[in-house]
């Protein structure tokens, strides 16, 4: 079955600076990747995804880039901000809906 | 908000008993999928219900189990409950399985 690594476990940076979290899947079947942040005690949100007929989707200051080659993405935010804190979760899965293999997580903190 | 509740937030059971978690979905939404979370780690595939049949079910014991009812609303019961059941049990929904996941606030369970 599918498996998912992820790309620091813990990540710190200076506000404005930029972020960037690695994910890994094995399973080359899979063609919808998206990504999640979890602020603490909440719901997990969807920030941005991708599918595999595409390189690169950009929203305002989140970028996911995909190289199926080498069966992984990254999250980028630039310019980030204290608000950007916060655990975020890549995913693989078959399609949209389907069962999401989740990555173990990076916890992001942006240090004033 | 995404539209997807979930009741209760917080639970405390004992080790062998029965729990019932419930989820009421976006109107509209005729798949929800159950994930569980345990304590940082990403969410784990439980299964998931589609016009109120089982579409798919990830590695968990039969102790595990669901329903979907017409009005979009679900259940995840478990038997036979195990401290390692311990984690936040989330629900996602979506207008169709190929469509984007949307997660609930989650309930925290706690077996002792």
């Known amino acids: 079955g599918e498996n998912v690594e992820q790309h620091p476990s813990t990540l710190s940076v200076q506000e404005g600076d930029s972020a960037v979290i690695k994910c890994t899947y094995s399973?080359?079947?899979?063609?919808?990747f998206p990504w999640y942040k979890q602020e603490l005690g909440k719901r997990p949100q969807l920030i941005i995804d991708i599918r595999s007929n595409v390189g690169e989707k950009k929203d305002q200051r989140i970028a996911v880039t995909l190289n199926k080659t080498a069966k992984h993405f990254s999250l980028h935010i630039t310019e980030t901000q204290p608000e950007d804190s916060a655990v975020y979760f890549c995913?693989?899965?078959?399609?949209?809906?389907?069962?999401?293999?989740f990555g173990p997580g990076t916890r992001l903190s942006v240090l004033p | 908000e995404t539209g997807v509740t979930q009741s209760p937030t917080h639970l405390i059971k004992t080790r062998g008993q029965q729990v019932t978690l419930r989820c009421s979905s976006q109107s509209g939404h005729n798949t929800v999928s159950w994930y569980q979370q345990a304590l940082g780690q990403g969410p784990q595939f439980i299964f998931q219900y589609y016009r109120e049949e089982e579409n798919g079910r990830g590695n968990f014991p039969p102790r595990f189990s669901g329903l979907q009812f017409p009005n979009y609303s679900s259940e995840l019961n478990v038997n036979a409950l195990e401290l390692d059941d311990s984690a936040l049990y989330l629900c996602?929904?979506?207008?169709?399985?190929?469509?984007?996941?949307?997660f609930g606030s989650g309930t925290q369970l706690s077996v002792l």
């Open positions: 995913a693989a899965s078959f399609d949209y809906g389907q069962n999401f293999v």
């Open positions: 996602a929904s979506s207008p169709d399985p190929n469509e984007k996941l949307f």
């Open positions: 399973d080359s079947a899979s063609n919808y």
